[in-house]
């Protein structure tokens, strides 16, 4: 069971001695995060949350998952940003099918999406899954307005105390406020973990829970990163050494770090990838734009920008070395196409050589690359990757010199909207 950092394609782009330049300042980041003496630090939470989860909690969530797949035909996850993209990420990476399906609702305002949305509760039998840290929310506050309004229409008030769940804060909020008057279940987010670290709390342990995922194993991997990910050695930490190798190239111009992964079900890794590291570090006019493919795919559209494009990028592969399934390529008497060289062997043997040819041809074309690779694509492997990124990112923020724990951006635009709105 392992994450692996191989920094190969590096060589040329970052030294050894720019990486050592860093020692003393990943200390210093470090003893910031561990001791919350640093930028941000009412916002530490997630640094030994995986050790402070209680055992008693993921055990109540997996009984009340197996209580609501035993009466439910589907999920409806309803949240924005951290409380949406972890759980798509996760669910979407681990593949499974706990045969109730997760519909996601409250993170866009597309009538079309929540027509469907609405279809699926006249037609089965759903549990609501509400999620909001701040509970004001306008995306998922106005999707709940709709779904609570559909959910009261199809069942009793008995039947909606157990078939709408809310994941808030423990006092303040519209949605706490609704979940104590109706008498809906609900789950804490911990005031000193923001949304994008809040995976590991309630927002995403209750959905997938629900889903049927082994938060158990999921929770582990989350304990192994934290133990792993905590020495303050950059030789022997291969987070902090990601953390480092960005913001040397990022001192050299490359300015785009782009994720990119031979495996489709970590398409949502990305996104969530790309909320945590765009929303801590895109501040004071500084930050990496984090951008993602997925190949071969993509290959056949920005392959030739990655190659041959403005040498601003960087590229950090995500590839996973043992896939569940196996797929042999058949042999063709006639060989028309000459592809009977790769017969008998696995279609996952050739996605790795795509993989290595693109490396290589990435950084002869300039793009130097590194790459994260997972065991396998599993709830532990998962949990632990999520904690190398967040450790990651409180490391390379304070590197960068932002405070990697608010995001007062995102605060212009819902301004101007509410405006608009005519909101109080
Ligand atoms: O990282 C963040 O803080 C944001 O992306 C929030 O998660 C997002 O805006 C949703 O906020 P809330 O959970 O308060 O509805």
Redesign the pocket.
Known sequence: MAITLNTGYLKNFVSNDEMNAFAAPVQKAQQDLHNKTGAGHDFLGWVNLPSNTPDALVAELSALGREVRENSEAIISV?????YLGIRSTLEFLGGDSGVPVYYAGHNMATSDMARILKVIEKKNVTVVV????GT?TE?AVAFRIIDLAMRRKYSSAELKKRIICVTDEKKGALRQIADKEGYRSYIIPDDV???FSVLTPVGLVPLALAGVDIKAFVEGFRAGEKEYANPDLLKNACYQYAVIRNVLYRKGKCIEMMASFYPNVQYVCEWWK?LYG?SEGKGGKGIFPASTILSTDLHSMGQLMQDGMRNIFETFLMIDNVLDRVSIPSQAEDTDKFNCVAGKDLDWVNKQAYKATSDAHYEGGVPNLTITLDKADAFHIGQLYYFFEKGVGISGYLLGVNPFD?PG?EAYKKKMFVLLGKK
Do not use: L
């Not at 949240?79 to 409380?83: A, C, K, P, V």
């Not at 999620?131 to 701040?134: C, D, H, L, T, Y």
């Open positions: 949240g924005i940003g951290g409380s999620i909001s840290k701040s929310t998922p923001g949304g994008r909320q929303e995001q995102v």
